[in-house]
């Protein structure tokens, strides 16, 4: 697991862990309790989606790198073996 991985997993664990103990301990009702719990849930569903979709662009961007690196590696091959081919 790469660096970043990890800073995001801590960061997601520490709202989430902190987001909890802070809603256990508030003295608020049953209800208006139930509403914080929804729209913090609703909040960290969002962040965790947004997480996501950064993570599978650069997810993209580094198999893009890798995908034009290894066509142009075997291109080069390709070239290398028909010209050596061609002189014979």
């Keep these: 697991m790469n660096t970043s991985t990890k800073v995001v997993g801590g960061i997601l664990l520490g709202t989430v862990v ?3 103990s802070g809603l256990l301990l508030a003295p608020t009702s ?3 309790m ?7 849930s609703q909040d960290l569903s ?4 947004d997480n996501a979709n950064e993570s599978l662009k650069e997810a993209k961007k580094i198999y ?5 690196s290894t066509a142009r590696k075997g291109k080069s091959s390709i070239d290398n073996l028909t010209e050596s081919i061609s002189v014979q």
Aim: aromatic fraction near 0%; hydrophobic fraction near 25%.
């Design 18 to 20: 902190g987001t909890i």
């Design 34 to 40: 139930r509403q914080k719990l929804s729209s913090k």
């Design 30 to 32: 049953g209800k208006k």
């Design 46 to 49: 969002r962040e965790l989606a």
């Design 64 to 68: 893009n790198k890798v995908l034009d």
